[in-house]
Each structure stands twice: as C-alpha cells, then as structure tokens.
C-alpha cells in the first residue's frame, strides 16, 4: 500500500479489496465496484511497483485503489476513486 489511508474511507478500502481477492474476472470486477457508486478512473503505475490494491493520491487530493493489474503492454490500470484526504 503505497499511502496510508485515512480511517474515515477503511471501509471502502476493505470493500474494494474483498472484491479484487474474490472476483478473478476483471470486466466483472469492475463493473461491481462501479455499481456500489465509486467513480473510476486510471493511474500511470510502473511494472512490479504497484500492485493491486495499492492506494494512491492523485492531483485532486484524493485517494485512488487500483483494482486492475498492471500488464506488459500498458503501464495504464483502472483504480476507484474512494474520497479526499481532508
């Protein structure tokens, strides 16, 4: 987990994850964590560095759980948008 998340958004992280452990399909994965009402977006990561699950902050302050992994050919993953850090 590259960020510490913030107690108030544990839940959503906990959530999130117990999708990505118990749903290998990703098109499915994504589509559950879409309908419980989180907005999707998508992260530059790097090969081997970020994993799923891990927890970023981007440019807007809030916190971002990628839920796809990384592959050879794209560095590009979809994450969750979960909330802001304040």
Known sequence: MGAKINKKYARDY?????????VKNINLRISLIKSLGYRL??????????DETSVTIGKRKEYRIQITPTTKKSPIAVCAIVGDIS
Not at 14 to 22: A, N, P, T
Request: charged share 25%; with cysteine; hydrophobic share 35%.
């Open 14 to 22: 906990r959530d999130i994850c117990y999708f990505i452990k118990h």
């Open 41 to 50: 977006g998508v992260n530059i990561v790097k090969q081997g560095i970020d």
